[in-house]
């Protein structure tokens, strides 16, 4: 299973000096995978140590923290050499140790010739934090270029990677984008879907299922667990509401998020605030703000963190939580399932690096997504899951605001013309939003 992050992490091993990585992440998107498989094949040897699971290892970086010093104990710890020089070491769940997680500073500091790469699932909330001590990266769930990659079919690949308009290759993607619907990106779920592949598609179905029934439970009693301070019952009530708001929209955009009725002596966003940070730092949900009027960049400053619409993390787990078969996916009109190709959009977004995303409403009208391109112009981008594209909101929009560009992603083939505005394209290649529209190319000169 390919990981596209590896390729970062690879120029991080080239540089001839380097800061130790951070992999932060929610549990289970592959984290371990990543450094000790993929990074770790480009070294002779790796030292992984996993203070979860060994707690005991933490003992390393009691007392001194100089590199040397860790580097020993570790060696006694272990019973494994370590060559500073040429071996990876990998510091798993490295948030479990506070002090292993100040020993970054020292790394960075003292020896930036070794090649230490940490990674943990709860980083964002740690009480202290080794600033511009580490090269850190966010791993999601796979993406749809990672789950085609994934698939093994490479002419379809190679199709979506060249942004292929025909009829052929709409079918086949289409019918791939709502397969990952269903498995979303957590990587036990794609890598079991593809495994099963010859099996009976209800064997594959109920294998994923069953990934899925796992992994919520394990964040639920994550929330007992790590929730400090935040009320732990909190953290579930919004996560657990998450998916319920979502679909309690049919062919209309999402509405923000509600507070009302969420938890039985709770109803306004103050109260809820340190739950939705909690989600968000341990990267389980999404945040979009709406705004109104003409929105102008920095989108930023004019959003209110009162108002605002939570998507899941994943959009398999989203699919799961609300108990939408695999049949009802594949067999539904998805055009009255306007929240799934929303969520899968934010999702894609996101690992484009929008963290948080904007969107647009003036009376009756919405916008699902507005976003800055890099010379400060707000362009709309319409989500229609469908095969209806009518988009009386993109019209509104356009009167409106007058943007010099405009976007629509829907369940059709869409469009090769450019220059057609609004541009149309079919949702799976929603992240080339970001990089074919909202980034303009170099002058020659430049």
Partial sequence: ?????????????????????????????????????????????????????????????????????????????????????????????????????????????????????ASGSNIGLLNTFPVGKVEQHNLRPLTFREFLIASGDKPLFQAFDSQMNSAAAHNKLFDKLTDYYFTGGMPEAVHTWFELEKSSILERIQAVSDIHTNLVSGYMRDFGKYAGKVDATLIEAVFRNIPSQLSSVMDESVKRFKFKEVHERKSRYGEFESAISWLEKCRLILKNHPLSGTPRSPLAAYRKDNLVKLFLFDVGLLNHMLGVSYREIKQQGYEYKGYVAENFVQQEFAAQGMDTTYSWNDARAEIEFIAADDQGRVVPIEVKSGKRTRAKSLLSYISKCTPHKSIKLTGTQGSSLLEQQPHVMPLYYSEYVISKHLKTAPDAGD
Wanted: proline share 7%; charged share 25%.
């Fill in 1 to 117: 299973m390919q990981r596209l992050l590896l390729e970062q992490l690879l120029a991080w091993k080239n540089k001839p000096t380097r800061k130790p990585l951070l992999i932060d992440g929610a549990r289970q998107t592959g984290k371990t995978y990543l450094l000790q498989t993929l990074l770790g094949q480009q070294f002779q040897q790796v030292l992984r140590i996993d203070f979860l699971e060994s707690p005991d290892m933490a003992a390393a970086f009691e007392g001194s923290l100089t590199p040397e010093d860790v580097i020993k104990n570790l060696e006694l710890l272990t019973g494994q050499p370590f060559n500073p020089d040429k071996d990876l070491l990998i510091l798993d769940e490295i948030g479990e140790s506070p002090r292993a997680v100040t020993g970054l500073k020292y790394f960075a500091e003292k020896a930036p010739q070794m090649y230490v790469a």
